[in-house]
T-cell receptor
């Protein structure tokens, strides 16, 4: 079983829909990252969380440390949001090394 | 927020040549830098951990003589793929750690070996 699991693996939605991507992990962490990877491969760091909730524009990320779960929400989704969203956790017992989820491929239709 | 850059963003080279990829933390000193590799349709995988002034620590299965890492300063780490082969074609990403806590990712470098 992977230490970081994302769901769904693939998601197609209409423009304007509210999007939720989930990440569950099974290890102790010091931080959790949400990354966005565009078709060309370039990576953008969206959020780094250790507790609570963060918001940036139309993106909201939450984390529940007790439940070992995080969600990434996109409000008023737009075709330019189409990308792979990757959850990554910083393992507290492995010298800060990062474990990546397999990613969620999001496709927003116009 | 903090910025990490990589150069080049993409490179195409002939088999047998060496390629150097730079990772820079632009506005902070990075205590540690990590190098990752991502094959098509796969997760990113950690290759090595790089600390300034000391030898890099490589993950199991990563050849240290093939992937040379130099961490010459607190703002620069380089990854050199020596004698590159087509199977080394991949997306290489670095991340930099600020003040032992925050980790920032570079945009990545796509390497294609012909």
């Amino acid at each position: 079983k992977n230490e970081v699991e994302q769901s769904p693996q693939n998601l197609t939605a209409q423009e304007g829909e509210f999007i939720t991507i989930n990440c569950s992990y099974s290890v102790g962490i010091s931080a959790l990252h949400w990354l966005q990877q565009h078709p060309g491969g370039g990576i953008v760091s969206l959020f780094m969380l250790s507790s609570g909730k963060k918001k940036h524009g139309r993106l909201i990320a939450t984390i529940n440390i007790q439940e070992k779960h995080s969600s990434l929400h996109i409000t008023a989704s737009h075709p330019r949001d189409s990308a792979v969203y990757i959850c990554a956790v910083r393992h507290v017992n492995r010298d800060d090394k990062i474990i990546f989820g397999k990613g969620t491929r999001l496709h927003i239709l116009p | 927020g903090a910025v990490v850059s990589q150069h080049p963003s993409w490179v195409i080279c002939k088999s047998g040549t060496s390629v150097k990829i730079e990772c820079r933390s632009l506005d902070f000193q990075a205590t540690t830098m990590f190098w990752y590799r991502q094959f098509p349709k796969q997760s990113l995988m950690l290759m090595a951990t790089s600390n300034e002034g000391s030898k890099a620590t490589y993950e199991q299965g990563v050849e240290k003589d093939k992937f040379l890492i130099n961490h010459a300063s607190l703002t620069l780490s380089t990854l050199t793929v020596t004698s590159a082969h087509p199977e080394d074609s991949s997306f290489y990403i670095c991340s930099a750690v600020r003040e032992w806590v925050e980790q920032f990712f570079g945009p990545g470098t796509r390497l294609t070996v012909l």
